[in-house]
């Protein structure tokens, strides 16, 4: 078992920037894929960003492309995504998620999730 926290959520103005992190702990695993969805209140979730286990390789959402960015450091077990420019369409609930077993991974089937951090974007 994996445990996903997040951090680093909270209410900023249009055209800020946050930085999000999360911390696994638990079951280690020899490689995993990280990853950052998000969930806005009546829509579905939407992928957001992923950083392969070297962290060489990163893909995003179009939406968040350009502002976005996806990092990891192995040695600490921690994810983060640092958010420019960000838009009252980007407040969402933002969940980190790990794809175990796999040093890259382009879906959006997780294997495990954390419970999320609420970003709130005012215009």
């Known amino acids: 078992q994996v445990q996903l926290v997040e951090s680093g959520g909270g209410l900023v103005q249009a055209g800020g920037s946050l930085r999000l992190s999360c911390a696994a702990s638990?079951?280690?695993?020899?490689?995993?894929?990280m990853g950052w969805f998000r969930q806005a209140p009546g829509k579905e979730r939407e992928f957001v960003a992923a950083?392969?286990?070297?962290?060489?390789?990163?893909n995003y959402g179009d939406s968040v492309k350009d502002r976005f960015t996806i990092s990891r450091d192995n040695a600490k077990n921690t994810a983060h995504l640092q958010m420019y420019n960000l838009k009252p369409e980007d407040t969402a609930v933002y969940y980190c998620?790990?794809?175990?077993?796999?040093?890259?991974?382009?879906?959006?089937?997780?294997?495990?999730w954390g419970q999320g951090t609420q970003v709130t974007v005012s215009s």
């Open positions: 950083v392969s286990w070297s962290g060489f390789n990163t």
């Open positions: 638990g079951r280690t695993f020899n490689r995993y894929v």
């Open positions: 998620a790990a794809k175990v077993d796999m040093s890259w991974y382009v879906g959006h089937e997780y294997d495990y």
